[in-house]
């Protein structure tokens, strides 16, 4: 039933000629990719993230990239200044003009601010005939978190992604496609994952009182089904941030 209204409500929202950003954010393994995904497919937008857009300039030697890698290769963050500038330039090409998916950006209130500053300045030059920013923040139980993240296992040959608590191979250890021993990343283990929640509801929550105060968050229970996240989410852009 789920993914049969899932399907109609993506049939009604292919017609709409202008998507406008969709800011999606929640902890690790809230399903965040997974969603962006479908949204992608569903409207032909781009999934934008900041790693993305610094890997892309540094890889170029861009000079904005020459200087990021200074500090990428300190192993200190990139200043926000030059992630504006990277930002801006990378939202402001051709695919963004129905819309685009932001994944991980912003991650504080300053982003946030500098971004719906960019969007107000540009909203007539590439966003035509958009909608406003849809905001939606997944929320998953801790516990659902630490069992999804833990239990992730890929792999190193065809990438297939494995949980062995929920989603386990019909062999344990071994990938069902060629046999190739899986692995676990080296952030998804217990301690690691403890550090990075704590540095979600550090830099991160606050966003949620930004985008609440400004009328426009959508908070989504992320522990339901897959195919009802997508429908809330698909939901929430046909309606403006509205169920």
């Known amino acids: 039933m789920e993914s049969s209204a899932t399907d109609a409500v993506k049939g009604q929202l292919k017609m709409v000629t202008g998507v406008g950003p969709v800011i999606l954010f929640g902890p690790p393994g809230a399903g965040k990719g997974t969603q962006a995904k479908v949204l992608m497919e569903t409207y032909g937008i781009p999934q934008i993230s900041t790693g993305d857009i610094l890997r ?34 990378r939202l402001s090409q051709a695919d963004c003009v129905k819309g685009f998916i932001l994944d991980g950006f912003p991650r504080t209130v ?41 239990g992730r296992r890929s792999c190193p040959t065809c990438g297939r992604i494995y949980n062995v608590h929920l989603a386990p191979p019909r062999v344990p250890d071994k990938c069902d496609c060629d046999g190739s021993p899986l692995i676990q990343r080296a952030d998804d283990h217990v301690n690691v994952i403890s550090e990075r929640l704590k540095e979600y509801e550090k830099q991160t929550l606050p ?12 908070e989504i229970d992320g522990d339901q089904p897959v195919e009802k996240v997508t429908s809330d989410v698909l939901r929430a852009i046909e309606h403006g941030n509205s169920l």
């Open 56 to 89: 892309e300039n540094v890889s170029q030697g861009t000079e904005l990239g020459k200087k990021a890698k200074v500090y990428m290769d300190s192993g200190v963050y990139v200043p926000d200044e030059l992630v504006y500038e990277m930002a801006a330039g």
């Open 110 to 150: 300053p982003q946030a601010t500098w971004l719906d500053t960019f969007l107000g300045n540009r909203a007539f030059e590439t966003l035509k005939d958009c909608r406003p920013a849809v905001v939606v923040m997944f929320k998953v139980d801790y516990n659902a978190l630490l069992q999804r993240l833990t």
């Open 207 to 218: 966003l949620a009182d930004y985008y609440r105060k400004r009328g426009r968050l959508l």
